[in-house]
């Protein structure tokens, strides 16, 4: 399994601009959650989803952010417009129901940098 | 509301060093406990868990117990290595419910020669 697929690695934008994240789960896991880690504030929980139904959605930090499902193999997080303060690694994992332990499988990270 | 709390870091230890990251938490119910492991520029990964009261999970020499009288899950391993460097996050799973997993802030641990 390739494991949880993030794109882009890295993007770089000016302030205003509109920003897409991408994320595809470990195939056959059905939830799903988007994370932003920063050194101040460690990592946060966004979202998370749970059979493409997001269930949680008190950690976006306001309406600027959005986050989609529209299947059991993508979600987007897209912030628009960016801010300065929105730079940071925002990952995405999946977990499955195979097991009672709930084992979170990471994607590598997007890295954003707003101007 | 579910919480996870561990010491801050950053740790710095020699190589072949004893380590002790303590890490105690609130919860109802019976959660699973998990220690992830994140090296530089990658994401978290699983390092090791345990499910149930008095469990202890182990993987490449370090260690956790559940100790539920103490509500903690110390992580420990007997002598490090420079390899080990990382940030180091305590998490939980509450029983039940969907799949949320909560961490602590994570601790950074340099291991130097």
């Known amino acids: 399994d390739a494991g949880v697929i993030q794109s882009p690695r890295h993007e770089v934008t000016e302030m205003g601009q509109e920003v897409t994240l991408r994320c595809k789960p470990i195939?056959?896991?059905?939830?799903l959650f988007w994370y932003r880690q920063t050194m101040m504030r460690g990592l946060e929980l966004l979202i998370y989803?749970?059979?493409?139904?997001?269930?949680?959605d008190s950690g976006m930090p306001e309406d600027r952010f959005s986050a989609k499902m529209p299947n059991a193999s993508f979600s987007t997080l897209k912030i628009q417009p960016s801010e300065p303060r929105d730079s940071a690694v925002y990952f995405c994992?999946?977990?499955?129901?195979?097991?009672?332990?709930?084992?979170?499988?990471f994607g590598p990270g997007t890295r954003l940098t707003v101007l | 509301g579910d919480s996870v709390t561990q010491m801050e870091g950053p740790v710095t230890l020699s190589e072949e060093a004893f380590l002790t990251i303590n890490c105690t938490y609130t919860?109802?119910?019976?959660?699973?406990l998990f220690w992830y492991v994140q090296y530089p520029g990658e994401g978290l990964q699983l390092l090791l868990k345990?499910?149930?009261?008095?469990d202890k999970g182990s993987n490449k020499g370090f260690e956790a117990t559940y100790r539920k009288e103490t509500t903690s899950f110390h992580l420990e391993k007997g002598s490090v290595q420079v390899s080990d460097s990382a940030v180091y996050f305590c998490?939980?799973?509450?029983?039940?419910?969907?799949?949320?997993?909560?961490f602590g802030i994570g601790t950074k641990l340099q291991v130097i020669p």
């Open positions: 919860a109802t119910g019976y959660p699973s």
């Open positions: 998490a939980l799973s509450a029983s039940g419910g969907y799949q949320k997993v909560t």
């Open positions: 345990a499910t149930k009261a008095d």
């Open positions: 195939s056959g896991h059905n939830s």
């Open positions: 994992a999946s977990s499955g129901t195979s097991g009672p332990y709930n084992e979170q499988f």
């Open positions: 989803f749970n059979n493409n139904v997001p269930i949680d």
